[in-house]
């Protein structure tokens, strides 16, 4: 391990030999660090935290803090981080809690941009970008390749569906549709299908006009959420994509943002 001289590292971390450490940084107790991981100048890793590979820690990022769950009453709870993630300056994630699982998960390949803050019991998938500023409160999930614009601000509890794209500056207190892009420049409201994001990641032609189709009966009809999921199964639109979207909507406990 290549580790400048300034660093101070805890002899019960588990750091893997082809890591980089930066002067003034600190690798506490409980962390575990993946091959090729790169931890640059004045960055906090605090444990029990398992960080997967060539994740990269960026100046003054701060990980797997204790929560600020004014219940948190010290237990042992962890963070667990998937591979090839970037976390850049200022960011902070911090462990889970009892309460809600006492673990936060992020996945595979994701960006937080700087001064990004996730809270405990958070879940995010992979591929998931967060702009600069943007936070989580506790227990939110986040799915697959979903885009979290600046200084978004997400309520406890709340689910960000797959592939959507929400608006900079969006405060966010029910579930964010899949597949959508929301925006709150006129309210908190659904455009459409985030066709551009859609169509980058390969999914059909076929399924990104019927998701369009799906949206129109949700969001642009006069009918109600009932009403419209009932006229997307009469219409035939069946395909994968749909159903996921449907699903998402029968399962949401906090009401969806239309």
Do not use: W
Not at 155 to 174: D, E, K, P
């Amino acid at each position: 391990m290549k580790a400048h001289p300034t660093a101070i590292i805890d002899p019960e971390a588990r750091i893997a030999c082809t890591v980089t450490v930066g002067p003034y940084s600190i690798v506490g107790a409980g962390v575990e660090l993946g091959e090729d991981s790169e931890v640059m100048s004045h960055v906090v890793l605090h444990g029990p935290a398992r960080l997967g590979k060539r994740n990269r820690f960026f100046p003054y990022a701060s990980i797997g803090l204790d929560p600020q769950d004014m219940k948190y009453r010290g237990e042992l709870t962890s963070l667990e981080v998937g591979d090839d993630n970037i976390f850049r300056e200022f960011v902070t994630v911090h462990r889970g809690t009892a309460g809600g699982g006492a673990v936060t998960r992020i996945g595979n390949r994701n960006l937080l941009m700087a001064y990004v803050h996730v809270a405990h019991d958070c879940r995010l998938g992979d591929g998931v970008i967060m702009a600069n500023g943007a936070s989580l409160a506790g227990h939110v999930d986040i799915g697959d390749y979903a885009y979290l614009g600046a200084f978004s601000g997400i309520h406890q509890f709340t689910r960000i569906g797959a592939y959507c794209f929400l608006g900079a500056y969006s405060v966010v207190n029910r579930d964010i549709l899949p597949f959508s892009k929301t925006s709150a420049d006129r309210g908190l409201m659904v455009l459409g299908a985030n066709r551009i994001g859609l169509e980058r990641h390969g999914l059909p032609p076929k399924d990104v006009e019927e998701l369009d189709k799906a949206f129109r009966l949700l969001c642009r009809s006069k009918m109600n959420t009932t009403q419209a999921l009932e006229a997307i199964e009469a219409q035939g639109l069946k395909s994968a994509h749909v159903r996921t979207l449907v699903d998402f909507i029968k399962s949401s406990e906090r009401g969806v943002v239309k």
